[in-house]
């Protein structure tokens, strides 16, 4: 597989190389590298193959090199031979012909680049200045694309990936909606079913806990996974009472099982979903990816069709591959047409709404959902801080122009053509784009394990993110891209100059047009830097907002891990409630632990449980709909581990779920919102009609449930023992180091029974910190690139007003010969300033509105419009402005007159 | 590039060019091949990598030091697309003459004493 990517990149290489040795040797070459490749791989292994392929891709590329040396020089003997030899500056006049031989052309195009190389290496600092400034912007540029490439673009790794789909009616579906939309849809395509659930592995290593895939048969075959060895499922092993089996990861396989390759037949003992142990039927080939990639086995979906489950539990995604020739729109129809068919039979299955809302989409939109917006936002803020780095450039090389004037006009009276002149100039401009990408995309492939380790969670987990082939292309694009616009600039400019142009530049006055020019610029800089630094600022301030979020519980000194309920070992809830009592008294026993407490979930975690609930006594109107709330478990002394307050009534105690009467807790928000002005202690509420009431006995404070971003919602607390839980989340505060606290955890707890799978341990901190990983990267990221706009606009501001100034030398120094004091001409020179950078700030406001409105979900209580960030950012870069032109201006105005007049 | 002076005046071969010849002499090969067979006899001292091998055949078939035959094996299927290189004539008077040259200096060597236990007397 990977060979066959390899090959491909040194098709790439081989094209580079001058044809007639390309034609003769290159198949030759490329079957050469894949046979030392190959046998490398077979005899020592990967390693050894990466370096054979490494060393081949130097040596042929010094090879490159040598083989273009070569061309050229003996084209340079060819054309010295040559009678009528012509240079740079009659190309075109002395064409007898009028018409121009490919090996000329070729000529005049090496002739140029010599011509450039010269040409550059003379003012080597402002090259390496240039080179610099743009390898930042397209630096950056790589390193976003290569996100955005991973993300958003390359295709999926499963066989025709275009045509996989998600159907998706609004939620997750149940198993019985799985079979009805699997004959229904059956026309159109085939449905796969895809469901995520924690599995127990014991009797290999420490006992583990991973997500295994509950499937249909069908899903190895829409996804077009291959075995590695065994067989896929068979239709009857969803049917209860089949024998259950289990298809391993390739990675499960190797680090649990040593690769056993008499692995198929065995019986594991992999417990979840009503199995203890399963049959081995499979392993899966090293190279699939799964749908998540914490996947580490696929299960049998084993249907429950007498059990009330198998309408209501709703928790199965529908992944599904559209025959050949059928749309995504088409497919939809088919979607909403089964469903209404479903509702007809069935009472009312769908709302009217439901079914005008149901999607059938491509599997990479599902996946990707709201990272691709965010994506593209980075991508255009990247874009404009190259646009920026662009602009400096063609600054620079105006200014730089403007010394060679001269050049330009003598070349001009000797008969170079505009065209020929503007050749010149573009290739010196591809030269230096050429130059700037290869550093910059050097330095952000030298980078990428550091920047890719700052990507959100959300984001990696279902992409291919790195630099690829794509990825070098599009840097090289723009690279070229950015080489040319910004030559051309300088080069329409100089090629306007002509001979006459001998004279003016004697006169050394600045033409209007010329200022124009220069404040255009200075405006564009601004402009552009205005938007990134304005939204740098409202992502910085959201990122801000939710670090200081009340989160309601203090997380320092917390440790936690999830412990998870194994069915075969506690088989009475009883038996589960007792373990935990004891692992809370035994944790509690170890030195510095303050307080022990076990929850169902995380705050700031994952996943959620509630639902719609009763109030004793109250009839809820149509028109408010059911109450809702969040239900969790928790054990005593959880609200104290978290240091959650507790506003009235009092906090849980051991053996409370036991008694007639269920207590319940339930958090500020929900008092508010259903008993406004009462006291909540006492009354009555119910989870479900006919289950048991619950007795509030007190109210405690708030806490974010979900993430930072998400206003608390109502929440029950119900006491452990009064519920069933899979798996529980223990949390332990220390007066010492949490981190020291949680290796200690696992002793403790397995010390009471070794069987019990522990993981997810963190410290609260941690958890917290993890639910910000997404604002700070973009504030970071957005910071980056605003204070990289700053510096390359402030740069690039001087550099116009230096310019501008310079060649003013002579007006300036008449004006102070005529009685200008020094004060008044600083305040002239910045005076012509202030025109650009008013419209620059101007033009730079319109835009970072828009950019803010564009930004609106990416940010967290601040608006989009927020004026005083607007207006920082403004003054920000008006101070910056005018900074960057005062010590040009200031230079100018001590000019000594005589000198300024006298010069040239 | 041609010297009616003689071969002594023939500038050193380049290691990679003496090496293909040397793999030569014992019958034609292919480009792997040639690579395979250069790297087993120095011990993996002389890898060549796919340009210098390439570059190399290039050079010496320009100056017809070796010379590019008919595919020799009967199952043409596998191996129809490979190059079989056989080394001229010109070619072995070349190694030749840079075996002598590289013995010449070996002797050079020798009788300053620089390689123990071989002195050019013996030889």
Same mark, same amino acid.
């Given at each position: 597989?990977?060979?066959?990517?390899?090959?491909?990149?040194?098709?790439?290489?081989?094209?580079?190389? !001058?044809?007639?040795?390309?034609?003769? %040797?290159? /198949?030759?070459?490329?079957? #050469?590298?894949?046979? /030392?490749?190959?046998?490398?791989? =077979?005899? =020592?292994?990967?390693?050894?193959?990466?370096?054979?392929?490494? =060393?081949?891709? @130097?040596?042929t590329l010094r090879t490159l090199a040598r083989e273009?040396?070569?061309? %050229?020089?003996?084209? #340079?003997?060819?054309?010295?031979?040559?009678?009528?030899?012509?240079? @740079? %500056?009659?190309?075109?006049?002395?064409? !007898?012909?009028?018409?121009?031989? !490919?090996?000329?052309?070729? #000529?005049? *195009?090496?002739?140029?680049?010599?011509?450039? @190389?010269?040409?550059?290496?003379?003012? !080597?600092?402002?090259?390496?200045?240039?080179?610099?400034?743009? &390898?930042l912007g397209i630096g950056g540029n790589a390193a976003i694309f290569s996100i955005l490439n991973g993300v958003l673009l390359r295709p999926l790794p499963y066989p025709d990936p275009e045509r996989l789909a998600v159907v998706f009616p609004g939620t997750a579906v149940s198993q019985g909606e799985l079979e009805d939309f699997s004959r229904g849809l059956s026309s159109g395509m085939d449905v796969a079913a895809n469901s995520g659930r924690y599995y127990t592995l014991t009797g290999a290593g420490d006992p583990v806990e991973f997500v295994v895939n509950e499937v249909l048969p069908s899903h190895f075959d829409v996804l077009g996974a291959r075995l590695r060895m065994g067989r896929p499922f068979a239709q009857d092993e969803i049917e209860p009472g089949a024998v259950p089996v289990v298809v391993l990861s390739h990675t499960l396989w190797k680090t649990r099982f040593g690769a056993d390759p008499d692995i198929l037949g065995r019986r594991i003992e992999l417990s979840g979903r009503g199995a203890d142990s399963r049959v081995v039927i499979g392993v899966m080939s090293e190279d699939f990816r799964p749908l998540r990639p914490d996947i580490q086995a696929w299960v049998p979906a084993r249907m429950q069709r007498d059990s009330v489950e198998y309408r209501e539990s709703r928790f199965i995604d529908v992944v599904a591959r559209l025959h050949a020739g059928v749309g995504f729109e088409q497919a939809q129809d088919q979607f909403r047409a089964c469903m209404s068919r479903l509702s007809r039979e069935s009472f009312e299955l769908y709302s009217a709404k439901e079914i005008q809302t149901a999607r059938v989409m491509p599997l990479r939109e599902y996946e990707v959902g709201s990272s691709r917006f965010a994506i593209? /936002?980075?991508?255009?803020?990247?874009?404009?801080?190259?646009? *920026? /780095?662009?602009?400096?450039?063609?600054?620079?090389?105006? &200014?730089? $122009?403007?010394?060679?004037?001269?050049?330009?006009? *003598?070349?001009?009276?000797? $008969?170079?053509? %505009?065209?020929? *002149?503007?050749?010149?100039?573009l290739t010196e401009g591809l030269l230096l784009g050429a130059g700037a990408g290869i550093v910059g995309t050097a330095a952000s492939f030298a980078t990428e394990s550091v920047w890719l380790s700052w990507l959100p969670f959300g984001m990696v987990m279902y992409s291919h993110v790195g630099m690829d082939l794509t990825v070098v292309l599009f840097s090289l694009g723009i690279s070229i891209l950015c080489g040319a616009l910004f030559a051309v600039l300088p080069a329409v400019k100089a090629g306007g100059v002509g001979p006459q142009g001998l004279c003016r530049t004697r006169q050394n006055t600045p033409s209007a047009s010329r200022s124009r020019w220069n404040g255009g610029l200075v405006a564009a800089e601004i402009a552009l830097s205005l938007v990134v630094v304005a939204s740098a600022g409202l992502l910085v301030q959201s990122a801000w907002n939710l670090r200081h979020v009340q989160t309601g519980f203090d997380p320092q000194g917390v440790a936690t891990l999830r412990i998870s309920y194994l069915e075969s070992r506690f088989p009475q809830p009883q038996g589960f409630f007792q373990y935990l009592k004891q692992v809370r008294e035994r944790v509690a026993a170890l030195p510095g632990v303050e307080s022990v407490g076990l929850i169902q979930r995380l705050p700031l975690g994952r996943g959620n449980t509630g639902g719609t609930f009763t109030i004793d006594g109250h009839v809820p109107s149509p028109q408010e709909g059911l109450p809702s709330a969040n239900c969790r478990t928790v054990s005593p002394g959880y609200f104290e581990s978290l240091r959650v307050p507790l506003l009235s009534g009092r906090d849980f105690l051991d053996g409370d779920g036991a008694g007639e009467e269920t207590p319940a807790l339930v958090n500020r928000a929900f008092a508010q919102r259903y008993w406004p002005g009462e006291d909540p202690v006492g009354r009555r509420i119910t989870n479900d009609e006919g289950a048991p009431w619950l007795r509030v006995i007190g109210v405690v404070g708030n806490v974010r449930q979900h993430a930072l971003r998400l206003p608390t919602r109502p929440e029950i607390y119900a006491p452990v023992d009064a519920g069933r839980a899979r798996s529980m989340y223990l949390l332990a505060r220390t007066s010492e180091d949490a981190r020291r606290l949680l290796e200690e955890l696992p002793q403790a707890i397995w010390s009471i029974d070794s069987h019990v799978p522990l993981s997810e341990e963190r410290t609260m901190e941690e958890v917290w910190r993890d639910s910000l990983s997404s604002a700070h990267f973009f504030a970071a990221l957005f910071g980056g690139f605003g204070?990289?706009?700053l510096v390359l606009g402030a740069i690039g501001v001087y550099g116009v007003v230096n310019f501008g100034m310079s060649i003013r030398r002579r007006e300036i120094g008449i004006r102070k010969a005529l009685g200008g004091t020094s004060s008044s001409l600083l305040a002239w020179a910045l005076k012509k300033h202030l025109a650009c950078v008013a419209a620059g700030v101007t033009m730079g406001t319109l835009g970072a509105l828009a950019a803010g409105s564009l930004l609106t979900s990416l940010l967290y209580e601040v608006k989009a419009r927020d004026p005083f960030i607007l207006m920082g950012a403004a003054a920000l870069l008006i101070l910056i402005a005018f900074a960057a032109a005062f010590i040009p201006a200031r230079r100018a105005a001590l000019l000594d007159p005589r000198s300024a007049i006298l010069e040239q | 590039m041609t010297n009616d002076a003689g071969e002594t005046a023939q500038p050193p071969l380049p290691t990679a060019e003496f090496q293909i010849l040397l793999s030569l002499l014992d019958g034609a090969g292919h480009g792997h091949g040639i690579k395979k067979d250069v790297a087993a006899r120095t011990r993996g001292q002389v890898v060549m990598g796919p340009g210098t091998l390439y570059s190399a055949i290039k050079r010496m078939l320009e100056r017809g030091m070796i010379a590019e035959i008919a595919g020799q094996s009967g199952n043409a299927s596998a191996d129809e697309r490979r190059r079989y290189y056989a080394i001229t004539d010109h070619g072995r008077d070349l190694a030749q003459a840079e075996a002598l040259r590289m013995k010449k200096l070996v002797e050079e060597a020798a009788a300053k004493r620089l390689i123990p236990g071989f002195s050019p007397s013996e030889k």
């Open positions: 597989m990977w060979i066959q990517n390899l090959t491909g990149t040194y098709r790439v290489l081989l094209s580079l190389f !001058p044809r007639a040795f390309r034609q003769r %040797f290159g /198949s030759e070459m490329l079957q #050469e590298t894949r046979a /030392s490749v190959a046998e490398a791989l =077979h005899d =020592h292994g990967r390693g050894t193959a990466l370096r054979v392929w490494g =060393h081949a891709i @130097v040596d273009w040396l070569g061309h %050229f020089s003996t084209s #340079e003997a060819r054309r010295q031979a040559n009678p009528d030899n012509q240079g @740079v %500056f009659r190309q075109k006049s002395l064409r !007898p012909d009028g018409r121009r031989s !490919p090996a000329r052309f070729v #000529e005049s *195009i090496l002739q140029d680049l010599r011509f450039a @190389v010269r040409s550059l290496l003379r003012t !080597p600092v402002l090259t390496i200045v240039i080179i610099a400034t743009l &390898a593209w /936002s980075l991508m255009g803020a990247v874009g404009l801080v190259l646009a *920026i /780095s662009c602009v400096n450039v063609a600054n620079l090389l105006l &200014a730089r $122009g403007r010394g060679r004037e001269a050049e330009m006009a *003598i070349r001009s009276a000797l $008969g170079a053509g %505009f065209t020929r *002149i503007l050749r010149q100039m204070g990289l706009a | -």
